[in-house]
């Protein structure tokens, strides 16, 4: 395994969450709220993915290249693909959390009729998604999912 590219992932359709906390993290990780096995395997195997499945007969599959999880929260989770994956040794720029695209940084001035009187207020930092221009700031749930993240 090269230790220099980050892992990339596809999360199983029970793990939309992990999915959204794997993004914000920066790592590639795809996700369908529906997929047949068959193809979320050939996916995988076609791009180098790790499938994140807590379903045993999947990840029992010979030809499955996936990663078993335990755990129920998200922390837990977060917990063991940090300590298979070394996740914390990368520093990515957060994805979208939709889109699954790296985030870019964007100068309030540009945005600033879009945003939400509270937000152009309290916030500065903005980052904006490159496909859907969704634009992200630091807010409370970023706040959030960043302490989960950082007490792994
Ligand atoms: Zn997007």
Known sequence: MNTKQPPTFIADCHLGKLAKYLRIMGFDTLYFSSIDDNDLIALARAESRTILTRDRALHERKESPSFYL??????????????????KKYQLTSRC?????TLKKIEKAEI????????????????TCPKCHRIYWHGDHYKRMMSIIHAI
């Open 112 to 127: 600033e009729d879009k945003l939400p009187p509270k937000v152009k207020y309290y916030f500065s930092e903005f980052e």
């Open 70 to 87: 335990q755990p129920i929260s998200n922390l837990a989770q977060l917990q063991a693909l940090q300590n298979h994956f070394h996740l």
């Open 97 to 101: 959390l939709i889109c699954n695209i």
